[in-house]
């Protein structure tokens, strides 16, 4: 079931409505660099109701405190009270920064998110985690607050690099594996580009606010929306600031593959089933090679999940289905990522 506050549909018309039932004293939508011109521009004419614009530049690298810092200030200074609203229309960046403005400026305003990316759409809109990056590391500072609104719109997918719809097709994947092996098997069997987004949108939608409704604070079944993520983050991080940066859903990838191998050894999975994963996602995915295997370990060690400083992983008991906090060490890990590497 698609929760009330999420709507998939035409971005104007849900606005205009929201907005018409609300009394907002000022109204600021942020965009960055490109959701500018690729996104706000197919809107503004069917928008109707008055607004500022702040725009940012685009990318990772914008989410941390300095441009927070900014955008507070443009409120403050624009005399932005209680009874404002913030539109956030861009990827996974400006949702969740946007959505962490908005809610610590003046202990929280109203904000409505507008994923315009496919990773955005499938997963960083659903579940209310909103945050930025911290002396390098991802999601450092943030909190748990749901937007009021969030809408869909899938018609922003048509000017997204392909490189960046293939990232947000890690997520949906996810989803299949941990939740939906039906679902998995039939977009095995086309390209993974002919998918109907539509359908997709929905589909993950639905699995990931099922999972968040009962555990918004992932204490327990959260977590098995990490699988993928322990390793894949270590990775992301790692590559942060190598010379051949690697887009999240691209290291989520090969982190799927990675923990797939530690279901299988941990006894869970079988080895026919690690390989129909495996061979998907390769399929999908321009291999590459898994080198700094020293920093990915640091990396995980700081990775949220832990519990007393064990590692500690989402695992597959089968395809669509998956348990959480199954502990691995190092050298299982370190399998792992051989693993990956000798099968690519
Ligand atoms: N809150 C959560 O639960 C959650 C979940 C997953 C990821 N995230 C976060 O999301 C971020 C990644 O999201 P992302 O991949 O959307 O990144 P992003 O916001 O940087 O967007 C990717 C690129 O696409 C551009 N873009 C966005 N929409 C476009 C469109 N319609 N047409 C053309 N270009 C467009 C952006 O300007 C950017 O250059 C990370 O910071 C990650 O931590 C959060
Ligand atoms: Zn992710």
Redesign the pocket.
């Known amino acids: 079931m698609i929760p009330n506050h999420i709507k998939i549909g035409n971005s104007a018309t849900y606005l205009n409505k929201y907005i018409f039932d609300h009394n907002y004293s000022n109204i600021c939508i942020l965009v ?4 500018v011109s ?2 706000l521009n197919k809107i503004k004419n069917d928008l109707r109701f008055s607004y500022e614009v702040f725009q940012i530049e ?3 690298e914008k ?1 941390n405190l300095e441009t927070c810092a900014k955008i507070w200030s443009y409120l403050t200074e624009n005399t932005y009270d209680r009874s404002s609203l913030i539109i956030n229309l ?7 920064m946007g959505g962490f403005i908005a809610s610590t400026y003046k202990r929280g305003v109203d904000f409505i998110n507008i ?3 496919l ?2 759409q499938v ?2 809109s ?2 209310g ?2 945050g930025i990056d911290f002396n390098n590391f ?2 450092q500072i943030g909190v748990f607050k749901v937007p009021n609104l969030i809408v869909i719109d899938i018609k ?2 048509a ?3 392909e490189r ?1 719809l293939k ?2 097709f890690a ?1 949906v994947i996810k989803h299949c594996l941990i939740k939906d092996e039906e679902k998995f098997n039939e977009i095995n069997k086309i390209e993974w580009s002919e998918n109907n987004w539509d359908q997709i949108v929905r589909h993950s939608i639905e699995i990931k606010s099922d999972i968040v409704r009962n555990d918004l604070e992932e204490k327990g079944i959260r977590k098995i929306l990490n699988f993928g993520h322990s390793i894949g983050h270590a990775i992301e991080t790692t590559y942060l600031h190598k010379n051949n940066k690697l ?3 691209e290291a989520i990838a090969i982190g799927m593959i990675c923990e797939s191998f530690l279901s299988v050894h941990n006894k869970k999975l079988s080895k026919n089933e690690l390989d129909k994963i495996s061979e998907y996602i390769i399929n999908v995915y321009q291999p590459i090679k898994i080198n700094f295997v020293e920093e990915i370990l640091i990396n995980i060690n700081q990775d949220k999940k832990n519990i007393n400083q064990k590692i500690m992983i989402s695992s597959l008991n089968k395809i669509g289905k998956c348990e959480y906090d199954i502990e691995v060490n190092h050298d299982e890990i370190i399998k792992s990522i051989n693993y990956y590497n000798n099968i690519i």
């Open positions: 960055d660099d490109n959701t690729n996104c685009s990318g990772e989410k861009g990827g996974g960046v400006i949702c969740d994923p315009t990316t990773l955005a997963d960083a659903v579940g985690k909103l991802k999601n922003f997918l000017t997204l690099p960046e990232s947000g997520e887009l999240h859903g």
